[in-house]
């Protein structure tokens, strides 16, 4: 376990990381209370180049500059400060345009490996990012969580054999870790997971099991945060996310609202039959008791589900008009409230595609104005949670470099 001290530092840490999430909402260089100081450009044009770094992979100084609309001498600067730290390199090959060729820098993408790690009731997976955002690794295990030592334990050895099979063994990283829960950053506590049975515990007690601080982040916001990160979205939707549990998560401006009290998007538990099936929350008729994955299929994976309602199954058809009766009732809910696209993600999001156009009737045969904002595919079928945790460590990286 942490000591107090370090718990303290720990919490001072996410405060700060929490800053400069919310500085980057902010234009350039511009500072909390809108003033620019010297030291804030500068910082901004750092980050800036290291970006453009972290696209491009390998680019001359000229090339960088007209890119970025900055003077040659102020990427220079820059790019020999990211080389000393480590974070760049001369040398790469560029395409020649005829000429001398420039000389060129390219990104060292394992300086800082970012990995997202994704806790549900019943698994652990993993994600590995390098500074490009590629894809290194990933892996889920069976895991059941259980307070205490023992599944601490577990995964720690998890992240380790991970980093391992990964060939990232003692490289420099951070941690994101997604979970189903409530997370109060202004309390610095998790205040209450009802699928991993937890209430009012503190964030670092979470933590505590890695070696270095963790960004800590609820499941969907961090599925959300993915296919935000992925672009070709609109700038504002309601990510939906239909795993073992539902939840879901809203983007405004490509940045997650967490409510006043961190709840903003627990559509799992909205009503949608009063006094209906009894759900693991303790309330009766929410969306979770009839929207989660087990109200398909409670044994066998999903995709033998939906290859048998493909095939016309009966018990399939009975259990898929009322999944579809429920989810366009909540759908049409959420969107007479914000009138925005829905991403369909988690498990059952991945199988949905065919069925779009059957969902989005019945969402319109309940919309007064016959007219309901898009239905849409997520991007991320698999570990959706585990690679958001993981980006969102990266973007945490590159807002302090
Ligand atoms: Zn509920």
Known sequence: MLSAQKAGILKRG??????????????????????WTNQDVKR??????????????????????????????????????????????????????????????????????????????????????????QVLHTKRERLPFAPGEAYARAAAAFLDAFLEEAGAAGAPYGLGIALPGILDRTRGLLTRSHALGLRDVPLSALTAPFA?????????????????????LPARFF????????????????????????????IGHMTIYPD????YCGKAGCLDAYCAAKALSKK?????????????????????????????????????????????????????????????????ARDPFADPAPLLNCRYTKEAAALGAALAERARFLSEV
């Not at 939840?247 to 490509?254: D, F, H, I, K, R």
């Not at 209906?276 to 759900?279: A, F, N, R």
Request: proline share 4%; glycine share 14%.
């Open 14 to 35: 996410l405060a700060r990381r929490l800053q400069n999430g919310r500085r980057l909402l902010l234009r350039g260089g511009e500072n909390m209370d809108g003033q």
């Open 44 to 133: 901004a044009n750092r980050s800036r180049v290291f970006r453009y770094f972290c696209e491009a992979g390998t680019s001359s100084l000229p090339e960088a500059a007209r890119a970025l609309g900055m003077s040659l001498p102020t990427v220079t600067q820059n790019v020999k400060a990211l080389t000393e730290s480590g974070l760049l390199q001369a040398g790469g090959s560029l395409d020649s345009t005829g000429g001398r060729r420039a000389k060129a820098f390219c990104l060292c993408a394992r300086a800082h490996l970012s990995v997202g790690l994704s806790v549900t009731a019943g698994h652990l997976g993993g994600v590995l990012l390098d500074l490009q955002g």
């Open 212 to 232: 270095q601080p963790c960004l800590l982040l609820n499941d969907a916001n961090a599925g959300a945060f993915a296919e935000a990160s992925g672009g070709g």
């Open 239 to 266: 990510y939906l996310s239909l795993s073992a549990t539902v939840g879901g998560a809203l983007v405004e401006n490509g940045t997650l609202v967490e409510g006043t009290s961190f709840r903003c998007g627990e």
């Open 276 to 279: 209906g099936k009894p759900c």
């Open 300 to 364: 066998r994976p999903l995709a033998e589900f939906f290859a048998a309602l493909q095939k016309g199954g009966a018990p399939e058809k009975k259990k898929w008009r009322s999944y579809v009766e429920a989810l366009s009732i909540g759908v049409h809910n959420l969107q007479m409230l914000l009138d925005c696209p829905v991403v369909f993600g988690g498990e059952v999001g991945a199988y949905l595609p065919p069925f779009l156009p059957e969902i989005r009737a019945q969402v319109a």
